[in-house]
C-alpha cells in the first residue's frame, strides 16, 4: 500500500517502500508459473480450466464481500491476494474436478475463512488451506479422482473437451473417465501397504516416476525453482522451507532406515505430494504463519513432522494442508515466547 501520511489506508511508520501487497502477490503468481506450465504440459489442460473457473469466483466473492463490508473495492479488489488464493486451492484439487468444485472451495476461502474472519491481514487461517480441507472432508470422492500423465494414456482432451467435461461431465464418444485417471503415488502407497504388500512391490507401479510420482515430480521441480526465486527476491524468508523439508526428510529418513518396506524414502515424501508447494507457497503465508526467526524455524518444523505422521499413520495420503492449518493454531503462542529482544533492553529491567 502506498506509505503517505495523507492516504487513510496506511500505517506508521511512514517510511518510503517500494513494496506492497500488489507487487508482492504479483511476484508469487510469477514464481507459481514454472510449476504451473509443467503441470499443464505433463496432465492437459485441466489445471488451466480450474484456474479460470475459480480466479473468477474468487475475484466475484471477493467483489461481493467488499461491498457488504463497504471496503474501497479498487484497492483490495486488484491487489492479487484472492487470485492467490484461487490458483493455490486449485493446486491442491484434482485437474478434471467438475466446475462446481473450485466455486465452492473459492466461496469458503473468501467468504468464510478471508472476510468472516475480517479480511486480508486477519484471518487466522490460511483460506486456500482452509478449503480443501473443507471440500475434501465434504466430497471425498471428487477429490481422490486425479489425472494420469499424459505419457501414460492413449487420448489426451483438448482445450474445448476438457471445458466440456468440467461443466457437462461430457467425454469425448468411447472414451472412459477411468482411462485418464489414475492414483496419485502416496495414495496407491498408502492402499497397497494396507493391503499388506511390500514397498517393493508397490515400486513397479508405474505411477511411480524417477524421483517420486510419475509427472508430479517435475511439476514439483517447478515449484521448488519459482520458490527458490522467491527467497532470492526476498519476498520469503529461508525459515520456514528449509525447516520444513528438513524435518520431513529426517523423520522419513529415520522411518525408512527402521522399514524400508513399509515407510517411503525421503525423496519420495519431498517430491511426491504437496511438500514443495507446501513448504514455499503455503506455509510462507505472511498472514497466517509465525514471524520472528525462531518462530518460523519451528512453525516449520512441526508441519513437516506433522505431515510425515498424516502420510504414515493418519486418514488422508497427503497431510500438508492439515499440517498448515494444525500449525497454525501454534503460532500466537510461538510469535509470544520466540520474540527477539527489545534493542537496548537489558536483563531484569523493571523488576522491583
Not at 517502500?17 to 485441466?46: D, N, Q
Not at 490460511?126 to 471440500?135: E, G, I, K, S, W
Not at 495414495?187 to 511411480?208: N, W, Y
Not at 525462531?294 to 500438508?320: C, E, H, N, Q, S
Request: positive net charge; contains cysteine.
Amino acid at each position: 500500500m502506498p506509505t503517505s501520511p495523507t492516504n487513510p489506508l496506511s500505517s506508521s511508520p511512514f517510511i518510503p517502500s517500494s513494496a506492497s501487497v500488489a507487487k508482492v502477490m504479483r511476484t508469487v503468481i510469477y514464481a507459481l508459473i514454472p510449476g504451473i506450465t509443467l503441470y499443464i504440459w505433463l496432465f492437459g489442460w485441466g489445471v488451466l480450466v480450474n484456474i479460470l473457473i475459480a480466479c473468477t469466483s474468487a475475484l466475484f466473492f471477493e467483489w461481493g464481500m467488499l461491498l457488504i463490508r463497504a471496503r474501497p473495492v479498487k484497492v483490495f479488489l486488484f491487489d492479487g491476494s484472492a487470485v492467490i488464493t484461487a490458483i493455490l486451492l486449485v493446486l491442491a484439487i484434482p485437474p478434471l474436478a467438475p466446475w462446481w468444485l473450485p466455486v465452492v472451495g473459492c466461496f469458503f476461502a473468501i467468504v468464510v475463512a478471508k472476510h468472516l474472519y475480517g479480511g486480508l491481514g486477519y484471518n487466522t487461517f490460511n483460506p486456500a488451506m482452509a478449503a480443501y480441507a473443507v471440500l475434501l472432508i465434504s466430497f471425498p470422492r471428487e477429490l481422490s479422482v486425479w489425472d494420469a500423465p499424459l505419457a501414460q494414456v492413449d487420448h489426451s482432451l483438448s482445450f474445448i473437451e476438457t471445458l466440456r467435461y468440467s461443466f457437462f461431465h461430457s467425454l469425448p464418444t468411447s472414451l472412459q473417465f477411468d482411462a485418464l485417471t489414475s492414483a496419485t503415488v502416496l495414495d496407491h502407497m498408502r492402499t497397497q501397504i494396507g493391503l499388506g504388500k511390500s514397498l517393493a512391490e508397490i515400486s513397479r507401479s508405474p505411477v511411480f516416476g524417477y524421483l517420486g510420482g510419475a509427472g508430479y515430480e517435475w511439476v514439483n521441480l517447478g515449484f521448488l525453482l519459482g520458490g527458490l526465486w522467491l527467497i532470492y527476491k526476498k519476498i520469503i524468508s529461508w525459515h520456514i522451507p528449509l525447516a520444513m523439508l528438513v524435518a520431513l526428510a529426517a523423520i522419513s529418513a529415520l522411518c525408512y532406515v527402521i522399514d524400508a518396506q513399509t515407510f517411503a524414502n525421503p525423496l519420495l515424501h519431498i517430491l511426491g505430494g504437496a511438500s514443495i508447494l507446501g513448504a514455499f507457497f503455503i506455509a510462507t503465508d505472511p498472514v497466517t504463519a509465525s514471524t520472528t526467526p525462531r518462530g518460523r524455524i519451528i512453525y516449520g518444523a512441526g508441519i513437516g513432522l506433522l505431515t510425515f505422521a498424516i502420510r504414515a499413520w493418519g486418514g488422508y495420503p497427503d497431510g500438508v494442508a492439515f499440517a498448515v492449518l494444525l500449525m497454525g493454531l501454534t503460532v500466537p503462542i510461538l510469535d509470544h515466547y520466540t520474540a527477539p529482544k527489545v534493542f537496548g533492553a537489558r536483563a531484569g529491567y523493571g523488576k522491583s
